[in-house]
């Protein structure tokens, strides 16, 4: 491995990080409209889980279809202990990581034992019940008719109450979540992860615990999308088991590959991306004489799906730093020859 490449990727991603915290900071000062600050929100929402997903499809080559589950169990975790439990709605974030963590150890632990992406098939498996238990328990989580009254989060005396509070919540979180998974990534930890994507046998073979490290993947990603789940369900006070049926893991996975899974910044690019070709969506499919229902979305995300994979299989960051990468040799190998001169 080249080192110098390595802390290289890990100092530009900490400048990017910065960078972006600066412009998180201004943007609301720069566009004071809800509409975009809500906008952003979701975006931020969507980055969280789609971060989380990074480690583990990017770094750790497992598939999840299931994401859509542990996002609704941070979501109705929180609901729950605050809404219905009247305790402070930390403590309901605190419990959806705890619950996400359990469910992923108990999904994890057989699957990884298979080879190939059974976990895809287990995730799949597992959203599909923890839907249905939303759907039926019915006197916990108010079934379709949906969970009412959540409380806004609160923390140290401070109450959300309003689009801009949960937009610097949201990204701060965001912010924290990508520092977190640059240092891993390029830790001992983040390179095993990497190995056991490039070859299980391979890793395997120089002593590395595959079930381990994937256990330690599929744990991150899912407080990920847990945390996310309680702060959305926070923000608009509703939630109903649809918003975290297995078409919403279909979702989360499309961003990922948009944006590109084996970049630090793929998960973001791709939740910026689908909300707003979703927002423009709503506005140019009427001019094309169709409904704005999801259907239409789910062809046409369904299509870019399709067309990414053939024509930018790495996503569009993963292509960008490779053409970075294919510049940066380019111009080194010129410079010797001009040295060699």
């Not at 150890?105 to 839907?131: D, M």
Request: aromatic share 14%; charged share 10%.
């Amino acid at each position: 491995m080249d080192t110098k490449k390595f802390t290289r990727s890990y100092k530009l991603n900490l400048y990017g990080i910065a960078l972006l915290l600066f412009a998180v900071i201004i943007f609301p000062f720069l566009v004071p409209s809800n509409y975009f600050i809500s906008m952003f929100i979701l975006i931020g929402l969507y980055g969280i889980v789609c971060t989380g997903l990074v480690v583990l499809m990017g770094h750790t080559g497992q598939i999840s279809l299931g994401h859509a589950a542990f996002y609704g169990i941070g979501a109705y975790s929180s609901a729950i202990v605050s809404g219905k439990y009247d305790l402070p709605p930390l403590m309901g974030v605190i419990t959806g990581i705890l619950i996400a963590c359990i469910v992923a150890l108990l999904i994890g632990i057989p699957s990884f034992k298979l080879k190939e992406h059974y976990l895809a098939l287990a995730t799949l498996g597992f959203g599909v019940i923890v839907f249905t238990f939303l759907k039926e328990w019915t006197s916990l989580t108010g079934g379709l008719n949906g969970f009412f009254g959540i409380p806004p989060f609160e923390v140290a005396g401070f109450t959300f109450t309003n689009d801009l509070s949960y937009y610097f919540i949201v990204w701060a979180i965001l912010v924290i979540g990508l520092w977190f998974v640059n240092n891993l990534i390029h830790s001992r930890t983040g390179r095993a992860l990497k190995s056991i994507h490039g070859s299980e046998s391979a890793a395997e073979s120089i002593g590395i615990n595959l079930m381990t490290f994937k256990l330690k993947a599929l744990i991150i990603s899912a407080v990920f999308a847990s945390v996310a789940g309680s702060f959305y369900a926070h923000y608009i006070s509703f939630i109903n088991p649809q918003l975290f049926e297995v078409m919403t893991s279909i979702v989360f996975l499309i961003m990922v590959v948009i944006g590109g899974s084996s970049s630090l910044w793929g998960g973001l690019a791709g939740a910026i991306i689908y909300v707003w070709l979703v927002e423009l969506l709503k506005d140019w499919v009427p001019l094309l004489g169709f409904s704005t229902g999801g259907e239409f979305e789910i062809v046409f995300f369904g299509v870019l799906l399709v067309v990414l994979l053939i024509f930018k299989p790495k996503g569009l960051m993963g292509s960008w730093m490779e053409k970075k990468l294919f510049l940066s040799q380019k111009k080194n190998v010129q410079n010797k020859k001009g040295a060699a001169l």
